[in-house]
């Protein structure tokens, strides 16, 4: 048997039973509660499939092929250096590594490009020493710079190459007290030639000149470090400072002269050669190669970024490919090179300012 239906007095007057009008209010509040509910779920769903997008995008770098900016000619030292490093990266990040050369104004030029950049870890610059002195430079003829240190992420130093203090092999110089005791004699009888104003071989002669209180020798400055050699063998100029991978073939040949090296040690090419160190002067130069990211690249592509290139640094193929060029290992990591960065900066800021205006 069936439980009665109670009508209550004011159900009578409306119609209708009780149950049904005390179920009202319930429903609105349950279903409130529901679109409340189906509210959430899709906001939150749509945060949480943003959220996996960015993590997935993060993951993901790289995703594209990677461009290595040259700042300098094809068949330099920065070529020479860059294209190896990139073909091993290629296996290592899954991606292509392309080089492209941005060439001008002594480096300058690609440097600006790279600042420029979109920081996204797509775009890296290879560059050298050069880098550091831009900016002190544009200082001495009030110019604006057109980049600073401050615009690049240090990754790695690819090669660093020491530089000799060389002369034509038909002078009498045997030794470089030889030539110094020559050169505070009659200085505007010996002319240097360099690859330009304050460059990789103008440098270091203004080092060993204030070290050893040099004054007056005449500069013949050229359109780069090959024809800076070429006056030297030619004794169109009698000294000039270079590179030993770029000297060692003249020095074997009999056609130049290394009288010290700038490097901390001996150079196992030339270990006849004494250092600036060993001479008593506190004089260290390379010319070098790093790869650098433009500032803002976030932390998580440098990290991706430098792990890769320490890998591709420590493989057999690429310091294979620095010893068929002449170049003895020297791969730094970032840290290693920042501080490398940092105190080799200040050495060639400190000379440009003992320069002061040329050209």
């Given at each position: 048997m069936s439980s009665p239906i109670w009508i209550s007095r004011s159900s009578r007057h409306s119609g209708m039973p009780t149950q049904s009008a005390s179920r009202r209010p319930c429903n609105r509040s349950a279903g409130w509660r529901a679109e409340m509910d189906r509210r959430q779920f899709v906001i939150g769903s749509a945060a949480a499939a943003l959220w996996s997008h960015e993590a997935a995008a993060q993951e993901a770098f790289p995703s594209r092929a990677i461009t290595i900016l040259n700042a300098f000619p094809p068949g330099g030292a920065n070529d020479l250096v860059t294209r190896p490093i990139a073909t091993v990266l290629e296996p290592i990040l899954k991606q292509p590594v392309v080089v492209e050369t941005k060439a001008g104004a002594a480096g300058s030029v690609g440097a600006q490009v790279a600042a420029n950049a979109k920081p996204d870890g797509y775009t890296l610059l290879s560059h050298n020493n050069?880098?550091?002195g831009y900016a002190e430079v544009d200082k001495?003829?009030?110019?604006?710079?057109k980049t600073t240190r401050a615009d690049f992420i240090p990754l790695a130093r690819l090669s660093a190459d020491p530089v000799l203090l060389l002369v034509?092999?038909?002078?009498?110089?045997?030794?470089?007290?030889?030539f110094i005791a020559d050169a505070k004699k009659q200085p505007d009888k010996i002319i240097y030639?360099?690859?330009?104003?304050?460059?990789?071989?103008?440098?270091?002669v203004a080092m060993i000149e204030h070290a050893?209180?040099?004054?007056?020798?005449?500069?013949?400055?050229t359109a780069g470090g090959g024809p800076a050699i070429t006056a030297v063998l030619g004794n169109n100029a009698q000294m000039t400072t270079q590179t030993v991978q770029a000297s060692l073939s003249h020095i074997k040949a009999g056609k130049l002269r290394a009288l010290a090296s700038y490097g901390a040690t001996r150079s196992k090419a030339l270990p006849d050669v004494p250092t600036m160190k060993e001479k008593g002067f506190d004089l260290e130069y390379?010319?070098?190669?790093g790869l650098f990211a433009p500032k803002g690249t976030p932390a998580a592509i440098v990290s991706t970024l430098t792990s890769a290139i320490d890998k591709a640094g420590a493989s057999p193929q690429f310091t294979t490919a620095m010893a068929n060029i002449g170049l003895e290992p020297s791969y730094q990591s970032a840290a290693d090179f920042t501080k490398f960065w940092d105190e080799d900066s200040r050495r060639a800021e400190e000379t440009i300012r003992q320069i002061g205006k040329v050209g």
């Open positions: 050069g880098l550091a001495l003829f009030a110019r604006q710079p034509n092999d038909q002078q009498p110089w045997k030794t470089l007290e030889e030639s360099s690859g330009g104003f304050y460059g990789a071989s103008h440098l270091p050893a209180g040099i004054k007056g020798m005449r500069h013949l400055p390379y010319l070098w190669v």
